[in-house]
């Protein structure tokens, strides 16, 4: 969004896709390796004050990742794949910068989660066992989260965006008294890479001292 003499305020609704490489801050003892998953969500964006503008979006991520964790018996390895999948709001800031047919962006804000699964994959007895753990965990996720990206106009009113961010967790993901493989403090590390379609709309009235505009 650009500032002009005649800045009229706009809205735009976006959709977007792309994949989620989850990580954890947790127990020095634990490896923790990124893993991949989906995320699919969709925002609308309502410019502010020139070239600040509003973003609220709604999405659905997984989150899975392969934690290592030394036995204290010996120097054997427990090796187990974690997926905790979110439905999220994150609210953003974002600054927008270049030409309508070409921008560059910054964003910065928080991201709010609600748990909708948790489970686990872990070689038992029986082989490869799962289990579910959700009640073990917080329902709820906040996180604050930093990124940037660049957008290409296809046609006038859609745009190409692509993306990153990073999010930092800023909540346990365990429940107080239960530690997730009894590691202690769990918060969420990721980083995500998408692309979609940005859709905008002018919200202004034509303006007399502008004919035409």
Known sequence: MLASSAWAQSLSLGVKAGM?????SADAAMTIAAGRGLLLGGYAELSLVPPLVLQVGVQYAENKMSVS???PLDTSAMSVTHQLNYLEIPINLKLAIGKPTFQIFGLVGISVGVLMKAVDL?????????SDYKDSLNKTALAFQVGGGFGIQIVKHIEFIAEAR???G???VNKSGQ???STGAWKARDLTIT???NFRFSMAPANPMYPGR
């Open 69 to 71: 964790v030394m036995s």
């Open 195 to 197: 692309g979609g379609l």
């Open 166 to 168: 990073y999010d930092m």
């Open 179 to 181: 530690a997730l493989l």
């Open 20 to 24: 989620n490489l989850a990580r954890a």
């Open 122 to 130: 872990a070689s038992g007895s029986n082989g490869m066992e799962s």
């Open 170 to 172: 800023l909540r346990d």
